[in-house]
């Protein structure tokens, strides 16, 4: 059974900072892509950052670089989205992805997806 639960969404005030995490629950980790998507209202879904989860290499949108960071525990199994300097742009609710070995920023690619969970960053 394959599953990832997100949390950690929220309210905040623009310039603040939260922190999302993802809990994993698959048999093997190690080989897999871990991803964060976001999709505002009448807008598609964007990437925002992946990890491989084995190696640790890492990849960001130009829009949340320097801002953002994607960041793992392997004794919890799970995924963490550090998010500062928030921005109003940033209101979108957030996706946990996972695919095997892949570094992608395409949704499409991605076989297993979280519940998401609602960040908005009101100015």
């Known amino acids: 059974q394959v599953q990832l639960v997100e949390s950690g969404g929220g309210l905040v005030q623009a310039g603040g900072s939260l922190r999302l995490s993802c809990a994993v629950s698959?048999?093997?980790?190690?080989?897999?892509?871990m991803a964060w998507f976001r999709q505002a209202p009448g807008k598609e879904r964007e990437f925002v950052a992946a990890?491989?989860?084995?190696?640790?290499?890492?990849r960001y949108a130009d829009s949340v670089k320097d801002r953002f960071t994607i960041s793992r525990d392997s004794a919890k199994t799970t995924v963490y989205l550090q998010m500062n300097s928030l921005k109003p742009e940033d209101t979108a609710v957030y996706y946990c992805?996972?695919?095997?070995?892949?570094?992608?920023?395409?949704?499409?690619?991605?076989?297993?997806w979280g519940q998401g969970t609602q960040v908005t960053v009101s100015s």
């Open positions: 990890m491989w989860w084995s190696s640790g290499s890492t």
């Open positions: 992805a996972a695919e095997r070995l892949m570094l992608s920023n395409i949704a499409k690619y991605y076989g297993y």
């Open positions: 698959m048999p093997t980790v190690s080989t897999y892509t």
